[in-house]
Every structure is written in structure tokens, then in C-alpha cells.
């Protein structure tokens, strides 16, 4: 039984970290893109 929760719960940490590194390397390309059009004016 506690196998189970604390498999969940690291299912549940990984998503998460998974979740940061998608918006971070969103962030990222947006910032490339800002950096470009800032540039090109």
C-alpha cells in the first residue's frame, strides 16, 4: 500500500518537473523572439 502512494507521488513530481521545464523553455523561446524583434527595430 505505501509502495503505491509514494509511486503516485513521484509520478505526480515528475509531471510537475516536466511541467517547469516546458514552461521554461517557453519562456526561453519567447524571450529569443522579443530579442530578435527588439534587435530588428
Not at 4 to 30: M, P, Q, T, V
Request: hydrophobic share 40%.
Amino acid at each position: 500500500m505505501k509502495k503505491s502512494i509514494s509511486f503516485h507521488h513521484c509520478r505526480e513530481d515528475f509531471a510537475e518537473k516536466k511541467y517547469i521545464n516546458f514552461l521554461f523553455f517557453h519562456l526561453g523561446i519567447a524571450q529569443k523572439i522579443d530579442f530578435s524583434i527588439r534587435s530588428h527595430l
